[in-house]
């Protein structure tokens, strides 16, 4: 299977459709009087299909056990044509628009088996998925476009050429697939002068995303918070939580680091661990949902 650890929990929702034609208006009739001898059609078939979408990763290999949290299932009659609606919900890493789609065809599956005694000429057709939402393409096209960010590790070992920098290169990474242009991407030691001068020129600049990397740990020469926090306008306590969450739910020494999120004016700043997973794990908690928030800081920037 696909690995999903680096997504986030988000609520999924996928709705399909299935399309059972009968050959005649007596079938109809059966169905709607419930004179179909085998039962209750649409209950029945109902039934199976909620059956069917708990089973869908015992059939199919390459789809993710998951909570299924809600089941809907609806019919609409169009002359001969009954049209199966299936939702299905989630509050999940990965999206049900399999399991939707699987439903969707179970309970096509059982009408058929239902009426074949009365209606030998049944057609099943068009099992597709008509809509989903909660992943991120629902919000690929949502984010400010033309960001730019400075990259901005924090180590006295790196600065000294004595270990490769791996975490910046990540952050980087990340930024990229998330279209941010990178102004600058720059080493320097755990120095509090230092750290700050380059957050109030990368903001005289009007450089949007500032993203420190090390620093946030509790050993004497972390002080990349201390030097950053009297320089922000405000802090933004929800991405610092979202970021040790995600991190604690993966490695538990997460929890001892000190990542912080602000502003300054209009620009965004970040001070995420200086460890290469610690760095990754915070950019993917937060990113590119993240972004959001320069609908909001663009407003300020023209007040």
């Given at each position: 299977m696909v690995d999903i650890t680096h997504k986030n929990t988000t609520l999924r929702t996928a709705?399909?459709?299935?399309?059972?034609?009968v050959s005649k208006p007596e079938t109809i009739d059966a169905i709607k009087n419930n004179t179909v001898p085998k039962g209750?059609?649409?209950?029945?078939?109902?039934?199976?299909?909620?059956?069917?979408v708990k089973r869908t990763p015992d059939i199919l290999p390459?789809?993710?056990?998951?909570?299924?949290?809600f089941t809907g299932v609806e019919y609409e009659i169009d002359g001969l044509n009954i049209h199966i609606i299936f939702t299905v919900k989630t509050i999940y890493k990965t999206g049900v628009e399999v399991e939707a789609m699987h439903g969707a065809s179970v309970v096509a599956l059982n009408m058929y088996d239902m009426l074949k005694p009365i209606d030998k000429g049944i057609?099943?057709?068009?099992?597709?998925l008509l809509k989903k939402k909660g992943g991120k393409s629902d919000y690929k096209n949502r984010f400010k476009k033309d960001l730019t960010a400075?990259?901005?590790?924090?180590?006295?070992?790196i600065s000294a050429g004595q270990k490769e920098d791996k975490a910046g290169k990540a952050i980087i990474e990340k930024l990229k697939s998330c279209e941010v242009k990178i102004s600058e991407y720059v080493i320097i030691p755990d120095e509090v002068d230092a750290?700050?001068?380059?957050?109030?020129?990368?903001?005289?600049?009007?450089i949007d995303l500032v993203i420190y990397?090390?620093?946030?740990?509790?050993?004497?020469?972390d002080v990349t918070p201390e030097a950053l926090?009297?320089?922000?306008?405000?802090?933004?306590?929800?991405?610092?939580?979202?970021?040790?969450?995600?991190?604690?739910?993966?490695?538990?020494?997460?929890?001892?680091?000190?990542?912080?999120?602000?502003?300054?004016?209009?620009?965004?700043?970040?001070?995420?661990?200086?460890?290469?997973?610690?760095?990754?794990?915070?950019?993917d908690a937060i990113f590119p949902s993240v972004l959001h928030s320069y609908g909001v800081l663009a407003g300020a920037r023209h007040d």
């Open positions: 709705i399909a459709q299935a399309t059972v034609k209750h059609v649409f209950a029945m078939s109902k039934a199976a299909g909620l059956l069917g390459d789809c993710h056990p998951l909570p299924i949290e057609e099943i057709h068009a099992i597709k400075a990259v901005i590790v924090c180590s006295d070992s750290i700050q001068s380059k957050l109030k020129m990368y903001h005289e600049n009007n990397t090390g620093g946030t740990g509790l050993s004497a020469r926090l009297p320089i922000l306008d405000r802090r933004i306590p929800g991405i610092e939580e979202a970021i040790r969450s995600y991190g604690q739910q993966r490695m538990p020494f997460a929890m001892l680091s000190r990542s912080i999120a602000g502003t300054i004016g209009s620009t965004l700043v970040l001070a995420l661990p200086g460890s290469t997973n610690g760095a990754k794990e915070s950019m």
